[in-house]
């Protein structure tokens, strides 16, 4: 079976930081051909920088195509100019089956065997992005994504919200395939004690992820005089809100306890999780999060808001804890508890590992490769 795997976003090279879809595209790529070794799989990555030589990557290997999609093509409100790109790529490759994620109108998916696997909303989540000309590029969604993901018969949703989040968009047979985490992570697994009251967020600095609560909840924790440090880890893709939260950690005087290294290889994440205490993620959007799924295989009880399947993820005071994104005092009371007893951070992270086993790649690839089949069984 010769497969093509659609994706907008992934690491340029093992190991190098990328989005959680593209993270997530790589190592379902990598076990997919792991657990079927007869698969003929070809990665298309459609919005890379600039167009690369075609390349084998990965242990086990497959075939990686780059294409830039043109300005014009992404720019217009009919997606049939950049599928008929997408189409020029995906001919000579004679692919029996089409996966895209993420991005419905790069295909038109009455026209080729194909799946789609929601990750996001693109149009809400651009609209509330924060960045320059989000409105407009959010209407361009808007007018583009309903109508393409109706034309698919099949669909991959990695939490329910996705279905919810979607309703009357969608005509497809609906398969439930939850995101694959990396085995690195689970490898890295073990109790919180001994780890220092470390709270990390993981996530592009960015309106959305809502790094400026974190920041005011950790003035909350240490006004209370609990000793706490925050590590925010992710790349300053939004320079007004980035200048914004230098700003807030100068005037509340968190210089010492509040740390940005940027976006961080792949390679040592699993180790910057394994010294935190307690993950954060107090996100206005989500759909389901690769850094909670993660954070769970490491052992790490994750603080997180209840957008999108937050919920799904986390179990309310059994994994982790719920709490609104929009009040600091909140998010203080709920990761306090952690910060305060390492015990507790211990049993609520076995808990999460418990949930996590669910994301092995291993497994995730062979509910995939099912889905595979019964599209290309239903004709």
Known sequence: ?????LTPVLPSEPGQPSRG????????AQALVRVDPGLDLHVVHFRAPKDRPTRTVGDPPFTVHTHQASKLARALPDPRMLQ???????????PD?????????????????????????????????????????????????PR??????????????AVQALEGQLHARVHFVPNAVDPAFFD???????????????????????QLASVRALAVLARRGVPARLRLVGLRTHPDYAARLDALVAEL????RV????????EHMPAELAAARVLLLPSRVEMAPLAVSEASAVGVPAVVSPAGGNAELVVDRYSGRLCSAESPEGIADALQPYLQDAALATLHGGRAREIAERHRPDAIARATLDVYRAVLDAG
């Open 259 to 266: 740390e940005l290294p940027g976006r961080i290889g792949r």
């Open 84 to 94: 008929a790109e997408v189409e020029r790529v995906l001919r000579p490759l004679q």
């Open 21 to 28: 879809a593209g993270i997530g595209a790589f190592t379902l």
């Open 253 to 256: 005087g968190l210089q010492d």
């Open 1 to 5: 079976m010769r497969v093509v795997l």
């Open 188 to 210: 890295a697994g073990g109790p919180r004690d001994g780890t220092d009251p470390l709270i990390v967020h993981s996530g592009d600095i960015c309106p959305i992820k809502n």
């Open 148 to 161: 393409a993901r109706a034309r698919y018969a099949h669909m991959i949703a990695i939490v329910g919200h």
């Open 97 to 145: 089956l089409v996966h895209v994620r993420g991005t419905a109108s790069l295909l038109d998916g009455r026209r080729w065997p194909s799946v789609l696997s929601v990750h996001g909303v693109t149009e809400r989540e651009v609209a509330l992005g924060g960045l320059r000309g989000g409105r407009q590029r959010a209407l361009l969604h808007q007018l583009r994504e």
